[in-house]
């Protein structure tokens, strides 16, 4: 086997040179970490399946070994189609419900690797590699520029069509607010019942936070059919709707 | 792109040839469905991390598409080192805790595919791509001859020397009882606090059934610090314990 390997290598190496071609065709091809986290011998598409699953916990950010490989799998065609799994699931599900007809149905989103992606601003600062940086984020949010992801921006399309309505539900600041309303819209987010930002004066954890904030949604009489984020904390806890949906984020971890 | 595939398929093939290896070597690289679920374009990959990540849910089969997928993972490197990633995480998790020292501590372990593997069983069914044969699957489970999970026996080898006692919890019948005993101990599970087998009489889902008998475990004094299954039906529900971990199985779905 080890043999082999090298041989592939090799010959993978001399076609790469020889056409010159990008190193897009690497993408998901295993790579196994060399020092640093993860563990000699584990390898990165491993770590990634761990976090996706709620395994890895409370990490702080992308193994050293492994930036390269969370680059590649979230600049490649790997991200997108994992994302549109998720969302073709979700659809399917919006499709089978039988709505109260009512107006209370509401589908919750988290916003940041969810509705809007920052992944030009993580695409130029190690892909979670690097340690995160407060300021240099801030100033990137405050561009108004965040695209959209492509597969959640077709789901709400059909959520809206379908007459469920939306409430947003993220870990901004409320001093986010006008920025995060121009961004939205921008990109084609055009309507919504709620768009709820944190308080400054709210330090629980976003588990806790988000929890909180849904159980208001539903004492206020609506009905939470759908709820979808990247980040387990936007999907455990209470409260958490009849139906949850975790698109992929192996950048960064939200407790 | 294209090209450059068909070279390195046919240099694979041709090293194959020769060598006279094993299919072992395409292990992971990625399948496109060609019909049938999922849909045209999705890709198996995406499949399997959208059922990891508890996305879709309440599926019969693996999708025809994906079946020779799904085997090439069971029985390559990547399931082993996806599991590995989960248990290591695991073993520093319960070498970080502070146990009570009244031997009341207890970690939860699912049994079929979480300490004990069915793949022998499945290797010769269609890797869970076949429809579920109950006759066939109780006959393979009465011959006692199910392997240990390497990484699991390794993880319950490590808790037992600190300490913390072992329940398992197995959606498994009653009537099974003497041959788990048997095949438990034949590969290594020597010891065990509790050994909780369903009854005949009890007919709730996996979810609430072992949410249930959780339940009684905390009620009898002890302290579940660890939660371990295949299913996110052993880890979600109530009395769930401190922590869970889940490890990878894309053949088959209890709910």
């Not at 193994?63 to 994992?82: F, I, K, N, T, W």
């Not at 599900?93 to 989103?109: H, I, N, P, T």
């Not at 959520?159 to 006008?178: A, H, M, P, Q």
Request: with cysteine.
């Amino acid at each position: 086997m080890g043999r082999v390997a090298l041989l592939l290598f090799l010959f993978a190496l001399t076609v790469e040179l020889s056409l010159g071609i990008s190193h897009e065709i690497h993408l998901l091809r295993p790579r196994l970490a060399s020092g640093g986290h993860p563990a000699s011998g584990l390898s990165c598409p491993s770590w990634r399946l761990a976090v996706e699953t709620n395994n890895i916990i409370n990490w702080d950010t992308v193994p050293q070994a492994c930036e390269s490989y969370v680059g590649h799998y979230m600049l490649g065609h790997q991200y997108r189609q994992d994302s549109r799994v998720v969302v073709y699931e979700a659809i399917a599900y919006a499709e089978s419900l039988k709505l109260g007809g009512d107006g209370k149905d509401v589908w919750v989103f988290d916003i940041d690797e969810t509705t809007l992606s920052n992944l030009p601003y993580y695409a130029e600062n190690g892909f979670g590699a690097e340690v995160f940086n407060s300021t240099s984020f801030n100033e990137w949010v405050m561009k108004g520029k965040a695209p959209a992801l492509p597969e959640s921006l077709k789901l709400y399309n059909k959520l809206v069509s379908l007459g469920i309505k939306i409430v947003f539900l993220t870990g901004k600041g409320e001093d986010e607010r006008n920025v995060t309303v121009a961004n939205l819209k921008k990109v084609g987010y055009h309507t919504w019942e709620k768009l709820i930002l944190r308080k400054s004066s709210d330090e629980s954890t976003a588990l806790v936070y988000k929890s909180n904030q849904r159980k208001k949604v539903e004492e206020s009489g609506y009905k939470i059919v759908g709820n979808m984020g990247d980040q387990w904390s936007d999907i455990l806890g209470t409260n958490r709707g009849n139906r949850t949906f975790k698109l992929p984020d192996p950048m960064y971890y939200i407790a």
